[in-house]
């Protein structure tokens, strides 16, 4: 759960830490029978959009192939490409 609680502190508190290294994020937790579009983490992402990023912020995000079987690797790559579509500032 360190993992989500750190991404969830990247999108919502730019300016706390300015390098993240997330491991295995459970981006599921509390929603997972939903499309990952429309999970709670994904629409944070979403609705944060607009947040800028004041300092070089990097995010490391990292999970093993055996945890595709919970789809955190899709998560994943669903989650970043989220932000790079973005193309916030700083990050």
Do not use: C
Not at 63 to 80: A, F, K, P, S
């Amino acid at each position: 759960m360190s993992g989500l609680a750190a991404t969830y502190i990247a999108l919502t508190q730019s300016d706390l830490f300015q390098q993240y290294l997330i491991i295995s994020p459970s981006l599921w937790w509390d929603d997972w029978t939903y499309p990952r579009h429309q999970r709670a983490i994904n629409q944070l992402a979403t609705s944060s959009a607009a947040m800028a990023y004041s300092r070089s912020t990097r995010i490391y995000f990292a999970v093993g192939d055996d945890e595709e079987r919970m789809g955190m690797v899709t998560d994943i790559y669903v989650l970043t490409n989220m932000l790079v579509k973005q193309q916030r500032p700083n990050l």
